[in-house]
């Protein structure tokens, strides 16, 4: 989305992205390499978009069909933005902050430690649910989700992000595989689905269509896809192409998934006038309503695929979310003058991943949480996580708005028309869903 893709040579000091004040030479894409955008990508499809996405198909059927794709292209927008700041500056999205000033300091270090203790909690128990389902006798909800978050902190403290991404890859490949599957059972219409495509407003949608364009994939870990490809290797503006055929390959494959879901809600529960129960369980109302349509083993393959995407969004913002951590304290740390956390600079491959405020918030992330599980969300917390929540995508819009059309950023770098236009409108959008986040919670 930058003017050009390949930066000319640039006088004087070397310039942040570039070598010896000369461009780097562009490194050709390959599909070999594709990994940071899947890791990104599965970590934000959780159970829960999942179950957005059924619900509305569920009320409207293929007529919001074009606010899925639409979804999609503002996600391969912010996320390409993210990864070009990365790799044009040198710098992490959160030292881009800072620069913006103390506010953002001040903002992340409160929607952090308040969204991983709740996170934690939600991640621990959607990974719960499917398992529960499949082995009903084994043991009781609670004692899974301890076991699922264990797992995770066991699996991410042990290993480096080469090995997440590999298993990463593997549950979007599960993810993919049983969804399209499911998807071409319920044997979709083709006409509909292809009306879908026009945009349209039924009465009584507008927050669905919102939802549907905002909330599949748009999470915390967006941010983090610039850490990701740091620790892929990818250091300069030479692997912009390749970031670019990444992200772009996940956000398709996830705009897929996507539209596959849409249609199982409209073919099982819009034909059938069937309800989801709320929140993630809602998933096991799907399970039974595929046991009784297609077998057991399609209803067995369906609880796989939902565990796929509720433990991979676990694995991946157990280490993503670190990292982005893990930066957070050195640069504080490097303000007041302090020494930086060794390891964490952020082209420093897999240092940071063994520094204390990564495996710190890693425990943040597990055994507070854990506490949520045997008790209802306290009402103080519940309200400061939606409106921190809710704050955070308008702000990772207009933060990346603001620093990618400044001189903070290599001027062959900075937004072009179109960047700006879909970052603008992904702003607006989510200040729209913030709005509204904010006038539901329980006040």
Same mark, same amino acid.
């Given at each position: 989305?930058?003017?050009?893709?390949?930066?000319?040579?640039?006088?004087?000091?070397?310039?942040?992205?570039?070598?010896?004040?000369?461009?780097?030479?562009?490194?050709?894409?390959?599909?070999?390499?594709?990994?940071?955008?899947?890791?990104?990508?599965?970590?934000?499809?959780?159970?829960?978009?999942?179950?957005?996405?059924?619900?509305?198909?569920?009320?409207?059927?293929?007529?919001?069909?074009?606010?899925?794709?639409?979804?999609?292209?503002?996600?391969?927008?912010?996320?390409?933005?993210?990864?070009? =700041?990365?790799?044009?500056?040198?710098?992490?999205?959160?030292?881009?902050?800072?620069?913006?000033?103390?506010?953002?300091?001040?903002?992340?270090?409160?929607?952090?430690?308040? =969204?991983?203790?709740?996170?934690?909690?939600?991640?621990?128990?959607?990974?719960?649910?499917?398992?529960?389902?499949?082995?009903?006798?084994?043991?009781?909800?609670?004692?899974?989700?301890?076991?699922?978050?264990?797992?995770?902190?066991?699996?991410?403290?042990?290993?480096?992000?080469?090995?997440?991404?590999?298993?990463?890859?593997?549950?979007?490949?599960?993810?993919?595989?049983?969804?399209?599957?499911?998807?071409?059972?319920?044997?979709?219409?083709?006409?509909?689905? /292809?009306?879908?495509?026009?945009?349209?407003?039924?009465?009584?949608?507008?927050?669905?269509?919102?939802?549907?364009?905002?909330?599949?994939?748009?999470?915390?870990?967006?941010?983090?896809?610039?850490?990701?490809?740091?620790?892929?290797?990818?250091?300069?503006?030479?692997?912009?192409?390749?970031?670019?055929?990444?992200?772009?390959?996940?956000?398709?494959?996830?705009?897929?998934?996507?539209?596959?879901?849409?249609?199982?809600?409209?073919?099982?529960? !819009?034909?059938? !006038?069937?309800?989801?129960?709320?929140?993630?369980?809602?998933?096991?109302?799907?399970?039974?309503?595929?046991?009784?349509?297609?077998?057991?083993?399609?209803?067995?393959?369906?609880?796989?695929?939902?565990?796929?995407?509720?433990?991979?969004?676990?694995?991946?913002?157990? !280490?993503?979310?670190?990292?982005?951590?893990?930066?957070?304290?050195?640069?504080?740390?490097?303000?007041?003058?302090?020494?930086?956390?060794?390891?964490?600079?952020?082209?420093?491959?897999?240092?940071?991943?063994?520094?204390?405020?990564?495996?710190?918030?890693?425990?943040?992330?597990?055994?507070?949480?854990?506490? /949520?599980?045997?008790?209802?969300?306290?009402?103080?917390?519940?309200?400061?996580?939606?409106?921190?929540?809710?704050?955070?995508?308008?702000?990772?819009?207009?933060?990346?708005?603001?620093?990618?059309?400044?001189?903070?950023?290599?001027?062959?770098?900075?937004?072009?028309?179109?960047?700006?236009?879909?970052?603008?409108?992904?702003?607006?959008?989510?200040?729209?869903?913030?709005?509204?986040?904010?006038?539901?919670?329980?006040?």
């Amino acid at each position: 989305m930058a003017a050009e893709e390949t930066a000319p040579g640039m006088s004087g000091s070397a310039a942040p992205g570039t070598t010896g004040g000369t461009a780097p030479a562009v490194r050709r894409p390959s599909w070999k390499k594709i990994g940071p955008g899947v890791v990104v990508a599965a970590t934000g499809v959780g159970a829960g978009d999942l179950v957005a996405t059924l619900v509305a198909g569920s009320k409207f059927g293929y007529t919001l069909l074009w606010a899925a794709v639409i979804g999609c292209i503002v996600k391969i927008a912010l996320a390409e933005a993210t990864g070009r =700041w990365h790799l044009a500056t040198g710098r992490t999205i959160f030292d881009g902050w800072r620069g913006l000033g103390a506010w953002t300091t001040v903002y992340f270090a409160g929607y952090v430690v308040i =969204w991983g203790f709740v996170y934690g909690a939600t991640a621990m128990s959607s990974s719960a649910l499917p398992l529960q389902a499949l082995f009903p006798d084994a043991l009781p909800l609670k004692a899974w989700a301890v076991l699922t978050g264990l797992v995770g902190l066991l699996f991410v403290w042990t290993n480096r992000y080469a090995v997440v991404e590999k298993i990463m890859m593997a549950f979007v490949g599960v993810m993919f595989l049983v969804v399209v599957y499911v998807a071409i059972r319920v044997s979709p219409d083709l006409g509909d689905a /292809l009306a879908g495509l026009v945009p349209v407003l039924p009465s009584g949608s507008m927050i669905y269509t919102l939802g549907l364009i905002g909330g599949v994939g748009g999470t915390i870990t967006m941010a983090a896809y610039g850490y990701w490809i740091n620790a892929k290797g990818w250091a300069d503006s030479s692997w912009m192409r390749m970031m670019r055929l990444d992200n772009r390959v996940a956000y398709l494959t996830t705009g897929v998934f996507v539209v596959a879901m849409l249609i199982i809600g409209a073919e099982l529960l !819009h034909s059938s !006038h069937l309800a989801l129960a709320s929140g993630d369980k809602g998933l096991l109302d799907l399970e039974s309503v595929l046991e009784e349509r297609f077998g057991s083993s399609t209803a067995t393959l369906f609880l796989i695929g939902f565990f796929a995407a509720s433990f991979s969004s676990l694995v991946g913002v157990w !280490h993503g979310v670190s990292l982005m951590f893990a930066d957070f304290v050195a640069r504080v740390r490097a303000a007041r003058g302090g020494p930086a956390e060794a390891g964490v600079a952020p082209l420093a491959r897999g240092e940071q991943e063994r520094s204390l405020p990564f495996r710190g918030y890693l425990l943040w992330l597990t055994f507070p949480p854990m506490i /949520l599980l045997w008790l209802d969300r306290p009402f103080g917390l519940v309200v400061a996580y939606g409106v921190l929540g809710a704050f955070f995508m308008p702000f990772l819009a207009a933060t990346l708005l603001w620093l990618l059309n400044s001189e903070r950023t290599p001027r062959e770098w900075r937004n072009g028309p179109v960047s700006n236009g879909l970052l603008g409108a992904s702003c607006v959008l989510f200040l729209v869903l913030c709005v509204q986040q904010v006038r539901d919670l329980p006040w």
